[in-house]
């Protein structure tokens, strides 16, 4: 028996109910719906105002990686336990290459759902934090590369989580991008020392560990109608404290 998380199965749902329930967004994966067709899941027993809310998370994290693809056409992504997730055939330009990292038993579960492709690889890992993945990251300096944690550390327990930012902060080459979604009431922010920089994590106790390597990417760096849909979704997020769904953060190493 694998177990697949609601909100995978809510977001595998919003992106093949899309072209039909939101055709004003645009919006269409047709690898979604095929996966959904497999699966034979109900799709009535979730909301439309649900699903929306997920749409819009993930067409913002889209934005971010489509627009490092657009920087970075023969980059690499490294998504951490998606899920049911269907980027790599929204993303794909033909030249690009993604990994993904699922735990034993989903991968191979996962791997039945998907063609198969020579760029698109589905691999095993025990953890976020494993540094076996990191330290081959480090040994290809050279390939632009971009981690994606849609869901991966929003639900980790918070020493897996903890463990990743310590360990991307020692591991990880420069230049390495990730973007990630987060609780909102979770302590998570820019350095209060220098403004828009440095990350700063909460330990739930009033203490900050701070890692200077991992900066907030400028909202200046996105064209403009991404950077509003990336305010508008965090400040939503704020306003509700975290009960419109997650926020979202880029970020960068230096």
């Given at each position: ?13 919003g ?6 329930r ?12 095929n ?12 909301d439309?105002?649900r ?9 913002v ?11 970075h056409?023969?980059g ?12 790599f ?74 463990a ?12 390495t ?11 998570i ?16 106790c ?7 390597r ?16 990336l ?24």
């Open positions: 028996m694998v177990h697949v998380h609601e909100e995978d199965v809510l977001s595998l749902v992106r093949a109910e899309a072209r039909r939101f055709p004003d967004l645009g919006f269409s994966d047709p690898a979604a719906e996966v959904l067709t497999k699966l034979e899941l109900d799709a009535g027993r979730f439309d105002r699903l929306r809310a997920s749409m819009m998370r993930t067409m994290v889209d934005g971010i990686v489509r627009q490092f693809f657009e920087r056409p023969q690499l992504a490294v998504a951490l336990n998606p899920g049911l997730c269907t980027r055939s929204r993303m794909d330009n033909g030249v690009l290459r993604w990994i993904e990292l699922e735990p034993p038993g989903f991968a191979e579960f996962k791997s039945s759902l998907f063609d198969p492709s020579e760029r698109h690889i589905i691999a095993t890992c025990c953890s976020v934090g494993c540094t076996g993945w990191m330290r081959r990251l480090r040994g290809a300096e050279d390939v632009p590369t971009i981690l994606i944690a849609q869901g991966a550390l929003l639900r980790a327990h918070v020493a897996d989580r903890d990743f930012f310590l360990r991307a902060a020692e591991w990880l080459p420069a230049g991008e990730l973007v990630m979604d987060y609780d909102a009431k979770a302590p922010r820019p350095s209060s020392l220098r403004a828009n920089v440095s990350l700063e994590v909460g330990d739930g009033g203490g900050w560990a701070r890692f200077p991992m900066r907030f990417v400028s909202s200046g760096e996105y064209a403009p109608r991404l950077a509003h849909e305010s508008g979704l965090n400040a939503v997020s704020r306003l509700f404290k975290g009960n419109a769904g997650p926020s979202v953060a880029h970020l960068r190493f230096v």
